[in-house]
């Protein structure tokens, strides 16, 4: 399979401005062909995804959904509601929900299953909150993947997006840290018995067109989950673009 690029948008873009992103980003990765490029936004301009991308090879996706299909959920948002919209991918357990909503690995996993229900694949972003020591952060991943390993891994990603490098002010994690990190999950997800050495672990963190080449050229690296920087179609191009020798 190819490596996987993709993007969340966080909470930018209204459905004007993903319309401009959209059409300024799609010719310029049209030529990407050994890879699986996507592109996650807020719920409110998906449509305009579904709009702009149809027919292209850019897949897109939501950023969060309500663990239950449909109820009694003021404001809430649920996986037949972005299926419907054509979404390939939906992401969970981002740092920032898990910071700003408290959302719990339980909760994450719930997530997960609902957006699998529904045929599309999660996005399961995983990391430590503090950097330590390795020891110290496969133990942290080691109780954030509990749950996930018993969901379906045909459909699962695994973002590995360790906080402190996440976000304005931050740097990416070195490549080499990165490398050992995503081992340990690909070990974690092998323990299953379960095929989960198919798994894709993608890297999240301040990536730019700088760190790309070096995050991919990390063994048990398959792609490389893109924020802040991506918000210029131009430099989200570029990184769709990072050649990769390994
Ligand atoms: P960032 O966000 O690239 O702006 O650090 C990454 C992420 O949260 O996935």
Redesign the pocket.
Known sequence: MGLLIGT?S?MNLTSSEAAAYLDALRPMVADVDDRILFVLLPFTSIWVARDRLAGSNVRWGAQDVHPEDAGAHTGDVSAPMVADLGCTYVEVG???RRRDYGETDELVAAKVAAAQRWGMTAIA?VGEARRGTLDEVAEVLDKQLRRLVECDLARLVI?Y?PAW????G?QAAPPEWVGKAHAAIRERLAATGAPGSDVPIIY????GPNEGAALLEQPDVDGL?????ALDPRVFAAIAHTPVQR
């Not at 490098?165 to 304005?168: D, S, T």
């Not at 999240?204 to 990536?207: D, K, P, T």
């Open positions: 969340s966080k981002h740092h920032e972003c973002a997006e490098a996440i976000g304005v931050s999240g963190g301040s990536v989950f893109v924020g802040r920087q």
